[in-house]
T-cell receptor, first 117, second 113 residues
Framework: NAGVTQTPKFRVLKTGQSMTLLCAQDMNHEYMYWYRQDPGMGLRLIHYSVGEGTTAKGEVPDGYNVSRLKKQNFLLGLESAAPSQTSVYFC????????????????FGDGTRLSIL | AQSVTQPDIHITVSEGASLELRCNYSYGATPYLFWYVQSPGQGLQLLLKYFSGDTLVQGIKGFEAEFKRSQSSFNLRKPSVHWSDAAEYFCAVGARAGNMLTFGGGTRLMVKP
């Protein structure tokens, strides 16, 4: 029962390098999210998706891009990494819907710890 | 815009003592409220949620939370803390559109033997 799986778990990059973080969920969830976690700031939403082929900006989208080509996968890309992007990145997913089906709890992966030198 | 404040960054309690973690929110409509717990090196696990109805909600691991609209609060409580409860706790408020969450800064709980 995998739930939400993030790869890789750790990565060190040099400034200016690019990379992609992969998130996969096996719960058939419509909605997926990428957050970053920094000390004392909780989790901040980077981008999210309400369905296959759709993406939207969250609170802190600058410097990141995302794609949702398949329902079960949500990719987060850093085109030119900067030290300010050193953080722990979490992916989450949830059921979609409206009304009584809205605001279903989000399920989180275990995170990717990213350091940019 | 919605926001969540957790006034206590760190709390230390003795094992067996009671616990209350504070959460204040700002939201323009009826809020959807959540408490999550994060153990070291792990993702976030849902403890409990409030959508509507009874303002006292029960969660997993013996936790409960009370929604007080007049105080814009959703404090988390546990009558007797166990050493395994040491973790970081996050309060969050949910938006209707896109099911987005806004998190507080977290409270790190330490438990003394």
């Amino acid at each position: 029962n995998a739930g939400v799986t993030q790869t890789p778990k750790f990565r060190v990059l040099k400034t200016g390098q690019s990379m992609t973080l992969l998130c996969a969920q096996d719960m058939n969830h419509e909605y997926m999210y990428w957050y970053r976690q920094d000390p004392g700031m909780g989790l901040r939403l980077i981008h999210y998706s309400v369905g296959e082929g759709t993406t939207a900006k969250g609170e802190v989208p600058d410097g990141y891009n995302v794609s949702r080509l398949k329902k079960q996968n949500f990719l987060l890309g850093l085109e030119s990494a900067a030290p300010s992007q050193t953080s722990v990145y979490f992916c989450a997913s949830s059921y979609g819907g409206t009304g009584i089906n809205s605001n279903q709890p989000q399920h989180f992966g275990d995170g990717t710890r990213l350091s940019i030198l | 815009a919605q926001s969540v404040t957790q006034p206590d960054i760190h709390i230390t309690v003795s094992e067996g003592a009671s616990l209350e973690l504070r959460c204040n929110y700002s939201y323009g409509a009826t809020p959807y409220l959540f408490w999550y717990v994060q153990s070291p090196g792990q993702g976030l696990q849902l403890l409990l949620k409030y959508f509507s109805g009874d303002t006292l909600v029960q969660g997993i691991k013996g936790f409960e939370a009370e929604f007080k609209r007049s105080q814009s609060s959703f404090n988390l409580r546990k009558p007797s803390v166990h050493w395994s409860d040491a973790a970081e706790y996050f309060c969050a408020v949910g938006a209707r559109a896109g099911n987005m969450l806004t998190f507080g800064g977290g409270t790190r709980l330490m438990v003394k033997p």
